[in-house]
């Protein structure tokens, strides 16, 4: 995940691209301290400045008024906040038949035809992929509303979607990095290493590139010189 020249016009604040978020941190002690991943940089940007309050420092602030209105927050808060704040932005779609599942992190395609209850259809990352599904099988099963009535979508039964689905999904959780693999019960990705015949856990990590930077450090530290790593 990385972040190209100067992002933000805010003190403490930088865009990743690849994410779309905006980070906010501050340095205590020559330490980079992480306050949170924002869809908003006014909001990064608040985040940065609430953590300067915490920690007394000298530095100056890019939104002193609502800043100090909040007040200081630990960067644990502000950490929870920017991932609360982030759940709530997600659980909504603008998609007919589409609906977030918190628990999987994963968005719904759900359809209800005539008077029967609602039925999954099958769950994708990207809302808009949710959707086509969505319109796919109404498609093809000649009701409700379509989201893309000028697109011009081939019908598909809920069995064949669900097969797409699995594809996607197969794709998007295989890794290319040594040492890393996608966990299904946490929904993120799994850092470990293989030492003397036992595969020693590393962590779970929300971004990919995170757990193969855990698995170099943990090689680097076992192997020496000799370690394989994913980035050299």
Request: proline fraction near 3%.
């Amino acid at each position: 995940m990385k972040s190209v020249g100067k992002t933000s016009r805010y003190l403490g604040v930088t865009l990743y691209r690849s994410t779309k978020k905006y980070e906010a941190f501050v340095k205590v002690n020559g330490r980079r301290v992480h306050l949170g991943m924002w869809r908003r940089e006014r909001d990064a940007a608040v985040a940065r400045d609430r953590g300067v309050l915490h920690f007394g420092l000298d530095a100056r602030l890019n939104l002193s008024k609502p800043s100090r209105k909040l007040g200081a927050a630990t960067p644990e808060e502000l950490r929870h906040l920017a991932r609360a704040t982030e759940k709530k932005a997600s659980n909504t779609s603008a998609y007919f038949g589409v609906s977030y599942d918190s628990r999987r992190r994963r968005w719904a395609a759900i359809i209800c035809p005539g008077q029967q209850r609602k039925i999954q259809i099958a769950q994708f990352d990207d809302p808009r992929d949710a959707a086509f599904a969505y319109d796919r099988v109404a498609r093809f099963l000649g009701v409700g509303k379509l989201n893309f009535p000028k697109k011009r979508l081939r019908p598909a039964s809920i069995p064949e979607i669900r097969v797409l689905a699995r594809r996607l999904l197969k794709e998007r959780t295989t890794s290319n990095f040594r040492g890393v693999c996608w966990d299904r019960r946490t929904q993120r990705w799994h850092a470990q290493i293989h030492v003397r015949h036992k595969n020693h856990h590393l962590g779970f990590f929300d971004y990919e590139k995170d757990a193969a930077h855990a698995y170099d450090r943990a090689a680097k530290r076992l192997h020496g010189r000799k370690a394989t790593l994913n980035f050299a």
